[in-house]
């Protein structure tokens, strides 16, 4: 099968990176505000910044300049954590959380270490509470995978949370809607450490995915929701013998505003970038789909493509 022409890719994810590069300093959070009185949704679009700059350092195939694009974005939001401080304080307050693991994750996988965090979370992982949480298994895969990033020893069964998930029962695919795609898509890149260890992903789903990837890509093409087709696109380029879309690529492309902002239902033009950079998902989506779908493209030619 022929390739995916890197140039979609390349151009969605560069435009997409730089608007992030132009706006970021407007997630900046007040050194003033105690840990846990932290902004909520400031913190989340933040910690979503880290991941999609973690993607880019990670594969290094968009080339010299967006390499220092995110090299400078993980600089501000390790910074904006307080070099791990501010997670530090947060799992102090509320030990049973995850959700600081998860931000800390990327980062520390890329050398941005708190050791005293690092203790922290060594010692809460080793208490019988860590083994019984109650959560979704989609929430415990998370952690599972925050947890292997960042070097703690596992005692997660995979297997049986994978099958706990709306993926992992191989339901009819007629069934799915918006909702239980987020959830397909995180449990792609949980298993595959974000497009890391495509081999995580369990072979029975890998061939799910192969049948009925391309149908669900074309569905919410013609909804334009954005986001979701970005999340889609990158849980193709996570499978061992990746899925590229090339017509939805194209499309994506033809949606991103000049300025590499794609839309999404709340977001707005650059005439509100501080709504904007608040709701910011489907370009963060863009950066980090496009990243692995280049990637992959560049890496094994022998892909397919699933064209409608």
């Known amino acids: 099968m022929d390739t995916l022409d890197p140039h979609l890719p390349r151009q969605v994810g560069t435009r997409a990176l730089e608007w992030l590069d132009h706006l970021h300093g407007r997630l900046a959070l007040d050194p003033a505000v105690p840990a846990h009185e932290t902004d909520g949704p400031t913190l989340r679009a933040l910690a979503e910044l880290v991941l999609a700059a973690a993607t880019v350092r990670r594969e290094a195939v968009g080339g010299p300049e967006s390499a220092r694009t995110a090299g400078r974005l993980?600089?501000?939001?390790?910074?904006?954590?307080?070099?791990?401080?501010l997670l530090?304080?947060?799992?102090?307050?509320?030990?049973?959380?995850?959700?600081?693991?998860?931000?800390?994750?990327?980062?520390?996988?890329?050398?941005?270490?708190?050791?005293a965090l690092d203790r922290l979370l060594a010692h809460l992982a080793a208490t019988r509470a860590a083994r019984t949480p109650e959560q979704t298994p989609g929430h415990r895969l998370a952690a599972a995978a925050a947890a292997r990033r960042i070097g703690l020893p596992g005692h997660h069964d995979l297997d049986a949370l994978t099958r706990g998930t709306w993926l992992g029962g191989?339901?009819?695919?007629?069934?799915?809607?918006?909702?239980?795609?987020?959830?397909?898509?995180?449990?792609?890149?949980?298993?595959?450490?974000?497009?890391a260890d495509p081999a995580g992903l369990p072979a029975h789903l890998q061939r799910y995915l192969h049948q009925w990837l391309p149908a669900w890509v074309l569905a919410f093409t013609e909804t334009r929701d954005w986001e979701l087709v970005g999340e889609l696109l990158a849980v193709g380029a996570c499978l061992e013998q990746p899925l590229f879309h090339r017509a939805a690529w194209a499309a994506l492309a033809r949606a991103q505003q000049a300025d590499?902002?794609?839309?999404?239902?709340?977001?707005?033009?650059?005439?509100?970038?501080?709504?904007?950079?608040?709701?910011?998902?489907?370009?963060?989506?863009?950066?980090?789909?496009?990243?692995?779908a280049l990637s992959r493209a560049v890496g094994h030619p022998r892909a397919t493509e699933a064209d409608s």
């Open 74 to 85: 993980l600089d501000f939001g390790w910074r904006q954590l307080r070099e791990g401080d």
């Open 88 to 115: 530090y304080e947060l799992q102090r307050h509320t030990p049973a959380a995850t959700r600081p693991m998860e931000i800390y994750a990327p980062l520390a996988a890329l050398g941005y270490r708190h050791h």
């Open 170 to 195: 191989v339901p009819e695919p007629w069934m799915l809607d918006g909702d239980n795609a987020h959830g397909v898509t995180r449990t792609v890149f949980h298993l595959t450490d974000w497009g």
């Open 260 to 292: 590499g902002m794609l839309p999404g239902h709340t977001t707005r033009p650059a005439a509100r970038p501080e709504r904007a950079m608040c709701d910011h998902r489907p370009t963060v989506v863009a950066v980090v789909a496009a990243t692995l």
